[in-house]
């Protein structure tokens, strides 16, 4: 079963960083741009940032241009979202998503795997 999972999601103060993961299982990541999306209560999902499959970057949102780090570990099958200086306004719950294709997509296509999402709350 071609499965992604996030994890890291929680509550941090506003300041403070996270780093959220995306592993997968059933399938290989290499060859596979991998987004990270989020969707605030009441608003419509964006994108974030995109890591393609040589990993260069594509920013998806300017807000949280640097702030937010993308990575990928091929070895360990898992995509890391790294978010520093987080603010209210970051609060969403983040989704990854994959695409079998070498450049990241625009930030609008249809990825073909999502995973189920993880709750990231900054509060005081």
């Known amino acids: 079963q071609l499965q992604l999972v996030e994890s890291g999601g929680g509550l941090v103060q506003p300041g403070g960083s996270l780093r959220l993961s995306c592993a997968a299982s059933?399938?290989?990541?290499?060859?596979?741009?991998i987004g990270w999306f989020r969707q605030a209560p009441g608003k419509e999902r964006e994108g974030v940032l995109c890591?393609?499959?040589?990993?260069?970057?594509?920013l998806y949102a300017d807000s949280v241009e640097g702030r937010f780090i993308v990575s990928r570990d091929n070895a360990k099958n898992t995509v890391y979202l790294e978010m520093n200086s987080l603010k209210p306004e970051d609060t969403a719950v983040y989704y990854c998503?994959?695409?079998?294709?070498?450049?990241?997509?625009?930030?609008?296509?249809?990825?073909?795997?999502w995973g189920q999402g993880t709750q990231v709350t900054v509060s005081s």
């Open positions: 890591i393609n499959s040589g990993g260069g970057r594509l």
């Open positions: 059933g399938f290989s990541l290499d060859g596979y741009s």
């Open positions: 998503a994959a695409q079998m294709y070498y450049f990241c997509p625009d930030s609008g296509y249809q990825f073909e795997y």
